[in-house]
């Protein structure tokens, strides 16, 4: 009985029955209006860059079929979303931003001016949250009930892990930080050509001295995804993260390249498109780490890369921003850094939704001066050093935040 009565309360409940349909998209030159055939909630727009799109959220609406191409739009496509909003997402053939948005009068459509911008300028917009659209009030339809809080589909690890310790105390209200060892078990990383020490065994060693120095802090706890010479597909070592509701997510890597003048630490943080060509030839370095003899052992199908990031991952990005300058601020007394040390692309290891992840790249052990810093435990204390004044600086501020 209690079941069939939940089923019929899925069937009728209100939202679906009461959601407007979008009708046309009337594209013109320079503008576009996006009607429905009924009121809706609200809605919000946001850029996705490479391939450039403008993706806008309807809330409690359903999508229509309307195609359409015109101006700098090459395509629309729709699709319905698992929080009963709509997604509209306009394909451009070139980049451009969305301009004066307004709902009309009477809540039936919402129409905005498509301004023509450079890549760089809508790469830029892109990283910025989405800007949340009002119909005027008569005119409001009720908001969708929230089945979910998290609508990215992102790729589930298979069994779940044990969950690591967490050091630090037992006091939950100490913000939690994930030290992530890049690499482990068969998967090397990169050689060193000078010293011949493995990443793996670098990055374990770091996330160890970090660890010892953070709780040292005594400011906040800390969990490492791997404490020894194992495996992990990149999914479980954010799902370590998630599963514990970390306030931080930091993956300890060291570099390496053909040119073995190249030396310096950067941080990576998550975006679709990469800041570069060496940025993003290096996510496609550290993505492979889930692709043994030809097998992809993550469990996702599909290409992560065009997963669409939603509301919470681009909130969490921005915080993740944050905490990257300072870290490259507050390291660089005793680290050396590379000149453009703030850097984006899509790694798999930083795509938690809710959880602000940074990748360390720590340097070079490629580079002679490089591979020797890190491999000694001066170096190894520096680095752990640094990163502890840069945590406790951004707990700090976050704290300083929310204060009344
Ligand atoms: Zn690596």
Redesign the pocket.
Known sequence: MGVSLFLLAMAFSPSAALAGQIGAVEIGDSAVTVHFDDLVAGASAFLLAGPDRIALDIAGAQPGQSPGSGGVVRAVRQGQQSDGSARVVLDLAQPALVKEAHFAADGRSLSFRLQPVSAEAFRQAARAPRVELQPPANFRAKPPEKRYSVSVPIGTPKPALPLPRIHGGSNERLPLVVIDA??GGHDP??ISPHNGRY?KDI?LALARAIRDELVGSGRVRVALTRSDDRYLVLEERYGVARRLKADLFISI???AAENQEARGASIYTLSEVASDREAARLAA??NK?NIINGVDLSGHDGDVSSILLDLAQRETMNVASDFARLLQREASDEVKFRTSAHRFASFVVLKAPDTPSVLF?TGFISNKEDAAFLASPGGQKKIARGVREAVQLHFARQIAAVAP
């Open positions: 890049g690499h990383g990169a990443e990055t890597h060291a570099d370095r550290e780490a790249e």
